[in-house]
């Protein structure tokens, strides 16, 4: 899912006003699906999510109060909903995001910190309790279900796919890696989801809604395929580096495949 800043004025919502009663209330980061994060005074985040789409918190709303106390996670201090759509309200973590312009200018410095931000929750947090998956035959059988219910469109892939169709991109899927090392993953390591704070350094993880048990190339995979989104070409052995692996090709193709039909 594509998110960014919002580059135009955003109607804030009845719930979200409400809840800032007054404080100073601004978007910060939009999904093309109308998913909307604000930042509510200097202390607290309200994700919301409109009625009628696919998106849904609860998810992130039970893996927020698992991981909350193992991992550098935002604290849950708030979630509703109401015709309008559904939200979560968090404690802001001290630093900003891995792509504010302060980073974006200082690559070696952020993608360090990615590499370490990620091995950091790969070793923080348990697999034994962890109750979430996120495995590759897992997110395989949702693969096969959204195709089959005709809801996968190549054209949204990213140009290295755009060759394959639908039934070949499956066929390579079906076939699954072998197991490197089982973590608890984030889920969504793209490099806006990492905090870095003032000097530099780790200081937390947001978006932990598909957070579960995986092989850490599921994460890594994605962590040095947004390098070159958000930073251009010739970060991602920094990132590997940074994590301390040395790259294996094969699962980086296998699970950037998996993650563009899922």
Excluded at 170 to 195: K, R, Y
Excluded at 218 to 240: F, M, V
Excluded at 243 to 262: C, F, M, N, S, V
Aim: hydrophobic share 40%.
């Amino acid at each position: 899912m594509i998110a960014r800043p919002p580059d135009g004025p955003v109607v804030v919502p009845a719930a979200v006003a409400a809840l800032a009663d007054g404080e100073p209330c601004r978007a910060v980061w939009r999904n093309e699906l109308g998913g909307i994060t604000f930042k509510i005074g200097a202390h607290r985040y309200m994700k919301w999510n409109p009625a009628g789409t696919t998106l849904d918190l609860t998810s992130e709303v039970i893996r927020l109060r698992w991981a909350n106390g193992r991992a550098s996670v935002p604290t849950l201090l708030d979630h509703g909903n109401d015709d309008e759509g559904t939200w979560l309200v968090t404690a802001a973590l001290r630093g900003e995001s891995a792509v504010s312009a302060r980073w974006k200018a200082d690559p070696a410095t952020a993608v360090r910190v990615l590499g370490q931000g990620l091995r950091r929750l790969h070793d923080a947090l348990p697999i034994s309790e962890c109750p979430f998956t996120w495995a590759a035959q897992d997110r395989l059988r949702i693969a096969h279900s959204r195709a089959a219910a005709g809801l996968t469109h190549p054209q949204k892939w990213r140009q290295q796919h755009q060759h394959l169709t639908v039934a070949d991109a499956l066929t390579i899927l079906d076939d699954l890696p072998v197991m490197d090392h089982m973590v608890v993953c984030h889920g969504d390591s793209c490099a806006p989801n990492t905090l870095i704070d003032h000097d530099g350094e780790f200081a937390g993880h947001v978006d932990l809604g598909a957070l579960g048990v995986a092989d850490r190339w599921a994460d890594l995979a994605i962590a040095t395929w947004s390098t070159t989104w958000n930073y251009g070409p010739g970060w991602e052995q920094r990132l590997l580096d940074a994590y301390g692996i040395d790259p294996d090709e094969e699962k980086i193709a296998y699970y950037r495949l998996l993650w563009d039909l899922t």
